[in-house]
């Protein structure tokens, strides 16, 4: 068990994190960037535990049990016995799957209050998880980082919220002293296959300097290390293609048009999102709701660098929208702001590391628009 960083107070919360099962996973980096920034602003205990040798069988096994059956057991993590109260236990689940894993717990047994965030969840899987489903049940509070989630509602006697993904703002804000955007075009992750093809062509030209992956691998040597290095790419970086979760593959999303964790990653350190907006999604509007926050571009675009070449004869619009893409991230949408969100609904008080935290996001909004009226006095971009 991992003890919290702040180590003159008893522990209020026990955490479950899923690291030593899906290790080194880069999808765990941004939740294990929010675990790192809890431990930081509140007095929390998280456990980790590893798994036995048969786990992967047990898995296939409990989740085939739980397709007919509301029957969840432990697939094979090792058991935690946990030996005193607390008054919060909060998980982070990213794959139905991972419900199964919390058996391990006797949590019930020792928080007053559990909160369960949900990620990656799509409302077609419900009847083919029923032994998951058993498991959220347990919950007092489920939080979805999806919109679409009345089915889940149903099921969990309408128990949940909406909760948005978040990022580390301090890691990926560019201020206050702002690297030279030395990158064009930055890409992580899922991509079109004709919007790629027409920035290779253009970079083979030598008309701009654009950043994708080039292996296909979801490994990791070190999440802190990777996630380090995805901050300072993206500062350097002009434009940051995004798009809604699994876009190209519907058959995994049942349709839904969901967001997750890369517009944040784009927006915070000050880049031009481009790409489509999720649709019909009422959180996305509301949150992402300034002018030019996603420049429109279909996920297939062989006209990209056209679209980047007249966005690049705009210096004031492209100043303007780095500014409030910076600042709504600092002021809104750092993981503090979740952490927050999360407390108010288990009805406990936020610490002073909480508060804290927050004043620096704040001096750091106001020193990125500071820097914005230099830069728009200067004539510089």
Not at 84 to 103: C, G, H, I, T
Not at 195 to 222: C, G, P, S, W
Not at 297 to 313: A, K, Q, W, Y
Request: proline share 6%; hydrophobic share 40%.
């Amino acid at each position: 068990m991992n003890h919290n960083g702040n180590e003159q107070r008893a522990p209020r919360v026990l955490m479950f994190s899923q690291e030593n099962i899906c290790e080194h996973a880069v999808w765990r980096c941004s939740f294990h960037e929010f675990q790192r920034i809890v431990q930081e602003i509140d007095a929390v205990d998280v456990i980790a535990p590893p798994t036995r040798p048969w786990y992967l069988n047990g898995k296939r096994a409990a989740l085939r049990t739980g397709q007919y059956f509301r029957l969840p057991f432990n697939p094979g993590v090792r058991p935690v016995k946990l030996e005193r109260d607390y008054d919060l236990f909060f998980a982070v689940v990213e794959k139905p799957s991972e419900l199964l894993n919390l058996r391990a717990v006797n949590w019930k047994d020792r928080c007053k209050t559990s909160i369960c965030w949900v990620t990656e969840f799509y409302a077609y899987e419900i009847a083919t998880h029923k032994s998951c489903m058993e498991v959220l049940a347990e919950f007092d509070h489920v939080l979805f980082m999806f919109v679409t989630s009345d089915p889940f509602q149903r099921e969990i006697g309408g128990r949940g919220s909406y909760l948005a993904a978040g990022v580390d703002c301090e890691l990926f804000c560019p201020v206050p002293n702002p690297p030279a955007r030395s990158i064009d075009v930055l890409s992580i992750g899922r991509r079109s296959p004709v919007t790629h093809q027409a920035l290779l062509r253009a970079m083979r030209d030598k008309e701009l300097f654009y950043v994708y992956d080039t292996i296909n691998d979801l490994r990791a040597y070190d999440l802190d290390e990777h996630r380090l290095l995805t901050a300072q790419r993206a500062q350097r970086s002009r434009y940051f293609i995004v798009n809604p979760g699994k876009i190209n593959m519907p058959e995994e999303t049942g349709g839904q048009s969901e967001f997750g964790y890369r517009f944040f990653e784009a927006a915070a350190p000050g880049t031009i999102m481009l790409g489509e907006r999720p649709r019909n999604n009422k959180e996305f509007d509301r949150i992402f709701h300034w002018e030019d926050a996603v420049i429109e571009m279909p996920f297939d675009c062989p006209e990209i660098v056209s679209l980047i070449r007249d966005l690049d004869r705009q210096p004031e619009r492209q100043r303007k929208i780095r500014e409030t893409n910076i600042v709504q991230c600092l002021l809104h949408h750092d993981w503090v702001y979740r952490w927050e969100a999360a407390l108010a609904i288990a009805g406990l008080a936020p610490l002073p590391e909480l508060s804290a935290r927050k004043r620096r996001l704040q001096q750091l909004a106001a020193g990125v628009q500071e820097l914005q009226r230099e830069a728009k006095k200067s004539g510089g971009r």
